[in-house]
């Protein structure tokens, strides 16, 4: 139980704040010599993650969709064009990880490399402290771009919520409306993930390493939706106060000792 907690926590905390959750999982698997509890619990903690988004974002979601379908809240032509920007910024990690599949499954057996990815994100978020705040809406230039920079933060150590706030801000987006876009376009990738997890372990005729029970397997995915809760509201407030570049130096620190240790 205490592994579960552990993994749950740190998927919970590192999937929302900008410090890289799949870093977080390989390295405190390393560090803290965490044995493999098997492919059901890693999937079931991203889908608690996934839960998370929707309970935050919920008012944003359902007036999306009632506007979509002309029910009220956003106008029909707003909800899709909004629809489609998901659709859009969702098309670069999907190539990247169906074409690299193999290589960024051999990245996260290399606790060094997460370390040297953690310190990329590092710099990147410390250097978004000398960028203005923007003003902008997401249209789908910055659709694309953060786009993009979702597609670089497959690699484990590199931060996806770090890469396309970060993006957002260098294309002067408002800081809410791009966590709102941010996270709202995570959950396109992260279920295709999670469903090609599912296909490939039905693939295999017995599981590498033994399961976790459905018991654990729940209160992990729980526990990662409720830690997951509030890091988002933690991250939105170190937007407002213009204080989210100081996930960096944590970074750099973080990839440095990763890098010394493993």
Known sequence: MLEVT?????????????????GHLVLGKSLLGLGDVGIRLDIFLHVGTLFAVCAFYWRIIRRIALGAFGLGGESPREAWLYCVKIVVSAVPAAVVGILLKDRIEEAFASPKLVGAALVFTGLVLTATRFL????????????????IAQAIAILPGVSRSGMTLAAARASKVEPEKAAEFSFLMSVPPIAGAALLEIVDALKESAPAVAEVSWGLTIYGAALAAVVGYFALALLLRSLRSDKFWLFGPYCVVAGAVAIACC
Do not use: C, N, T, Y
């Not at 993994?7 to 890289?20: D, H, K, R, T, Y």
């Open 6 to 22: 552990i993994l749950s926590v740190l998927q919970g905390i590192a999937e929302f704040l900008p410090i890289s959750s799949s």
């Open 132 to 147: 203005s705040r923007g003003k902008d809406g997401v249209g789908f230039f910055h659709a694309i771009v953060m786009g």
